[in-house]
């Protein structure tokens, strides 16, 4: 798959391709409804897939107090674009003056002139150029003229655990992640969340326990509630059971946020390696408790827990 690094970047090959634009972040399942139209679209006329998308959140510039945490970090969201069926991507570099474009400048001096598609595929809540006051509606004025054909896919519904229906948005991800339902959340993502990021030292209170941790240093993506959780680690291509912990530690007197992971039946240290942790299912709050020990008994039930937790290993 062939990543395009902004408008000037951009190449013949691109001409006729069935395009899909958008902020795309944790690629969920509305996210996939519209790529495997385009994909369909695609097969017919022999076109690619292309997925534009803008690094950063465009609020991350035009608002950045009330910029969203992101779900997928730019080398995450390539691969699940890819994955779910683009052959190329569009990286825009968000900034204010590609932002402040009016839509209707955007449609011809960007998605026409230097693209051509031939087809925009979007969902309902689609929005773009100064103000979001583009959409599709806006699209369908500027075909003729543009040479493209527009279809609108339907949004994504489906019934979460939680007794909801929903229409599966990155915001309704969040949401589900922030208050800790990490198994509606992969409902709607189509798989586990997973939070990516490198392997750093700690303080090795979870070895001093008996149960030796590896910690996770994430940049500006979202935190799930804090909690225990029984999910997967991944480093290096390998995969094992993990019972994962996110939280400030009280048993331990600490105040810092981290991230850390009991890894089951691996050993290492693994320091400076990237690690995918998939978050499955939530096992509990977290707890005080009165001993180090309690605290170490605790564990040991936990990690009985994600032995016995189905995850497809």
């Not at 017919?44 to 950045?64: G, N, Q």
Request: proline content about 4%; some cysteine.
């Amino acid at each position: 798959m062939k990543v395009y690094s902004g408008i000037s970047d951009l190449d013949d090959g691109l001409r006729g391709a069935v395009l899909t634009v958008g902020n795309f972040d944790g690629v969920h399942l509305g996210h996939q409804r519209i790529l495997r139209t385009a994909r369909a679209l695609a097969t017919v006329s022999r076109a690619k897939v292309v997925a534009m998308t803008f690094e950063p959140h465009p609020l991350a510039i035009l608002t950045p107090d009330h910029a969203p945490a992101r779900l997928t970090p730019w080398e995450e969201k390539a691969r699940l674009l890819e994955s779910a069926g683009a052959d190329a991507i569009i990286r825009l570099e968000s900034d204010k003056s590609l932002l402040g474009m009016p839509a209707e400048d955007f449609v011809r001096e960007i998605l026409v002139s230097r693209i051509h598609p031939s087809y925009i595929v979007e969902g309902p809540n689609f929005g773009f150029g100064r103000g979001r006051k583009g959409n599709v509606e806006l699209l369908r004025a500027l075909s003729p003229k543009g040479g493209f054909q527009v279809r609108l896919v339907d949004s994504y519904r489906l019934h979460v655990e939680a007794g909801d229906h929903v229409i599966v948005s990155s915001t309704v991800v969040r949401e589900l992640l922030q208050s800790g339902g990490v198994e509606d959340a992969a409902q709607c993502l189509g798989r586990p969340f997973a939070l990516v990021g490198e392997i750093v030292s700690g303080d090795a209170a979870g070895r001093h326990l008996g149960f030796p941790t590896i910690n996770l240093r994430v940049g500006d993506q979202i935190m799930p509630a804090e909690g225990v959780y029984a999910g997967t680690v991944e480093i290096a291509g390998w995969r094992a059971r993990a019972a994962i912990s996110i939280g400030r530690r009280p048993t331990l007197s600490g105040r810092a946020l981290v991230i850390e992971a009991f890894v089951l039946d691996r050993s290492g240290d693994w320091y400076g390696e990237a690690a995918r942790l998939e978050l499955v299912s939530r096992v509990r709050d977290q707890v005080k408790f009165d001993t180090r020990e309690a605290l170490a008994d605790q564990i040991a039930r936990d990690v009985q827990a994600v032995r016995e937790t189905e995850m497809g290993l």
